[in-house]
């Protein structure tokens, strides 16, 4: 099965195309503005050096947040047009679990957490069985670092943006117990992404490309400044 992977939820996102779990192109790209700069030409680019063309891809998969608004949405609407467009069959995949994905065989706890700005950070807990079976057990959340790291009990694997961007912080907080890989393991893998969209295609989990939908886990800026109705006042 060939499948085209987006990921537009944070700076540094990109595209790849995939055949079921192995990877055959992918480009990774740091923005500054937005993803919409650009795409589709990445997305022609990889196709044209694959050989393949639109009607070649037989899924699409797409990372659904959390991440930035903005980034989210780009992803989820392209990937959107493409699959009614084409009828083909589309997969949107956590961003937590992608980066708790790449530890299924790791013995520990293991918690992404994704840079949510304002000193925040996107975060959930997974924990994996000796078969590589994943399960959620800190349910996802939008809190401040140490919010988390008063959560667990026991040592974990703290990966991501969040992570690495708080790491002195939770290292202080939570000592040999914070378990923090180098820089190269943070960023969401889009083959990773892939892969997991892959099982799900062979196990029939797709989603309606109409009701494709942002995971957030906070309300959007705009709505937070937004004054209460009835009350016309405006925030700053």
């Known amino acids: 099965m060939k499948i085209l992977v987006l990921d537009t939820s944070a700076e540094f996102g990109g595209a790849a195309l995939m055949e079921e779990e192995t990877l055959r192109a992918q480009c990774r790209i740091r923005v500054t503005g937005t993803h919409s700069t650009g795409l589709w ?60 994905s790449a530890w299924i065989y790791s013995p520990y706890l293991v918690c992404p957490l994704i840079d949510a700005r304002k000193q925040e950070v996107y975060s959930a807990g997974y924990r994996s069985d000796p078969e590589g079976r994943l399960s959620r057990v800190l349910e996802e959340a939008h809190e401040r670092p140490l919010q988390l790291a008063a959560r667990l009990k026991e040592p974990a694997i703290l990966v991501g943006s969040g992570a690495w961007l708080y790491r002195s912080l939770l290292k202080e907080r ?14 969401v893998s889009l083959q990773l992404l892939g892969a997991i969209a892959c099982g799900r295609l062979h196990r029939g989990l797709t989603d309606s490309p109409r009701d494709l939908r942002p995971l957030y886990l906070r309300s959007p800026d705009a709505e937070l400044k937004r004054p209460p109705a009835g009350t016309g006042e405006r925030l700053p």
């Open 41 to 100: 030409s990445i997305l022609m680019f990889l196709l044209s050096q694959a050989g393949w063309d639109l009607e070649a891809v037989e899924a699409w998969a797409v990372c659904r947040g959390p991440g930035s608004f903005t980034g989210v949405r780009i992803g989820l609407a392209t990937v959107k047009a493409l699959a009614l467009v084409t009828r083909k069959p589309v997969v949107a995949v956590s961003a937590l679990e992608a980066l708790a």
């Open 174 to 187: 939570l000592g040999n117990e914070a378990l923090i890989p180098p820089e190269p393991h943070h960023p």
